[in-house]
């Protein structure tokens, strides 16, 4: 059952909420009726009924707003209003494909992975992005987000720019809690790793549960070439799409995927032209959204 329905059932249901609130209306009527006929009081019973009816609307009208905002990408939580991008399931099939992974868990074959049930937060710095980026990177993220199943939060801007060491937690900046993965267009000036033919770098930080020697990933970084991506974006027919892929490259990083040898795969070492994930890429990318929860 969808999401937004069952949390519409778990309410009583539009209809069925109306009628209760009528219901309830009618009896409150009757009540005062009652009242009134009793004599004083009057003005003080008048206000309870109205504080009751804004009650009685208040308790229908939230749960149906929340769902609307749901269904159109939007939640609530405590920090206000966050756009959600991509929801899911992975689309992934068992097909044939070679993948590798970036990191591996201590002693086993499962690979270090972000926890599947909770979102993934993103913040971007466009400070010098090409127009039309932040667009290419939310259509990079939807792709992602049906390979894996995960879900992307978009947190907004930031003025942040990759640099090493970066930190886990940035409390400054951020808040409690992991920093947001960092997606910022850059320049091979201010981020050497973009020197020559490379026009995107991706990774993530992962740290480990002090129990089990469990790792997992918690917040990581893509930098990608403004200059040379702006290029990229103007050339006619597929370049947008063209960039779209060089992004879903550098995410997948981020996740967790390392290159292979496969020119038939988008984790291919080079770029070959290829505009989508490659069965071996979406194999990986759904073991990765397979990974355990860590709550």
Not at 2 to 28: A, F, I, N, V
Not at 192 to 208: F, I, M, Q
Not at 220 to 249: F, Q
Request: charged letters at 25%; a positive charge.
């Amino acid at each position: 059952m969808p999401r937004g329905k069952l949390l519409d059932g778990l309410t009583l249901g539009s209809y069925r909420r109306r009628r209760h609130m009528h219901r309830r209306l009618r009896e409150l009527d009757r009540w005062y009726a009652a009242e009134a006929a009793g004599g004083s009081g009057g003005s003080r019973r008048e206000g309870a009924r109205r504080v009751l009816v804004g009650v009685a609307t208040l308790a229908i009208s939230v749960p149906a707003s929340l769902t609307m905002l749901h269904q159109q990408g939007i939640d609530v939580d405590l920090h206000g209003l966050t756009r959600r991008i991509g929801i899911g399931p992975a689309s992934a099939e068992e097909e044939p494909g070679p993948y590798r992974f970036m990191r591996r868990q201590p002693g086993g074959a499962e690979p270090v992975a972000y926890d599947p049930c909770r979102p993934i937060h993103v913040v971007r710095n466009l400070d010098v992005a090409p127009p039309g980026s932040s667009d290419v990177l939310d259509a990079a993220l939807e792709e992602v987000s049906k390979a894996t199943g995960m879900t992307f939060v978009d947190d907004g801007a930031t003025d942040e720019l990759p640099r090493d060491g970066r930190p886990t937690r940035d409390p400054a900046r951020y808040g409690a809690g992991w920093s947001p993965v960092l997606v910022a267009w850059t320049t091979p000036e201010q981020d050497p790793g973009l020197a020559g033919r490379v026009v995107g770098l991706g990774g993530s930080t992962s740290v480990a549960d002090t129990l089990t020697e469990r790792r997992q990933y918690v917040t990581g970084t893509v930098s990608l070439d403004a200059p040379a991506l702006d290029r990229i974006m103007r050339r006619p027919g597929h370049g947008p799409l063209l960039a779209r892929a060089i992004v879903m490259h550098e995410v997948a990083h981020v996740l967790g995927l390392s290159h292979v040898r496969d020119r038939g795969e988008l984790m291919y070492d080079g770029n070959v032209g290829r505009l989508t994930f490659g069965p071996g890429d979406r194999r990986g990318l759904a073991l990765l959204g397979r990974a355990a929860c860590t709550g």
